[in-house]
């Protein structure tokens, strides 16, 4: 168990739809990432907060948007969801002392039909 | 841009016997090496990384991985298979995307699957 809670573990929607996952990094971390798990594109780094602000963006989708509250979960909005969107989204987080190292939850199951 | 190359999708090996996933990758700077393995429908676990000093590095679970410089090379070994080994295993490498933020993007390869057999 890394600390990094994530929920929901399954999410099932339809195409067109919004959804909104969440994190809670480990107790400490002021980092957050978000990654996209999928079987064509592979592990694919999305956005990243560091104590509430957005700090570095990978191949995050306009359509997706991310932010990171007072208490430090984050969550990831996906909005006018297609059916390629499906896929594992991970959040990860690190501390200030150990920046260069992530530790991972258990990931987001998204099916779009 | 980082990258990482992982040889074989798919390696298998008998139970006892030695395992050996190999990466490789590309930076412009000196980098930040990792391993994670993901057992099925779970995340991501810190296998064991890289970051400065001693280049054989040992982690979890008995595995052990060596940085080496001129091969540009971060190849993980175990000395003896186990059943409970079987997972998916991912090498990656860290950029400091903004300097000073204690920002660092992984950059993964595409994984390499181990299968054991008994």
């Known amino acids: 168990d890394s600390g990094v809670t994530q929920t929901p573990k399954h999410l099932i929607t339809a195409t067109g739809q919004r959804v909104t996952l969440r994190c809670s990094p480990r107790?400490?971390?002021?980092?957050v990432y978000w990654y996209q798990q999928s079987l064509d594109q592979g592990l694919q780094f999305l956005i990243q907060y560091y104590n509430g602000e957005e700090r570095a963006k990978g191949n995050i989708l306009e359509r997706f948007s991310a932010q990171q509250f007072p208490d430090l979960h984050s969550e990831l909005n996906l909005s006018s969801l297609e059916l390629g969107d499906s896929a594992l989204y991970f959040c990860?987080?690190?501390?200030?002392?150990?920046?260069?190292?992530?530790?991972f939850g258990p990931g987001t199951r998204l099916t779009v039909l | 841009a980082q990258s990482v190359t992982q040889l074989g999708s798919h390696v298998s090996v008998s139970e006892g016997a030695l395992v050996l996933l190999r990466c490789n990758y590309s930076?412009?700077?000196?980098?930040?090496l990792f391993w994670y393995v993901q057992y099925p429908n779970q995340g991501l676990q810190l296998l064991l990384k890289y970051t400065t000093g001693a280049t054989l590095v040992k982690g979890i679970n008995g595995f052990e991985a060596e940085f080496k410089k001129s091969e540009t090379s971060f190849h993980l070994t175990k000395p003896s298979a186990h059943m409970s080994d079987a997972a998916e295993y991912f090498c990656a490498v860290s950029d400091q995307v903004n300097s000073g933020a204690g920002s660092y993007q992984l950059t993964f390869g595409k994984g390499t699957k181990l299968s054991v057999i008994p």
């Open positions: 990860a987080s690190s501390r200030r002392e150990e920046a260069n190292t992530q530790y």
């Open positions: 107790s400490g971390d002021l980092s």
């Open positions: 930076s412009s700077v000196p980098p930040y």
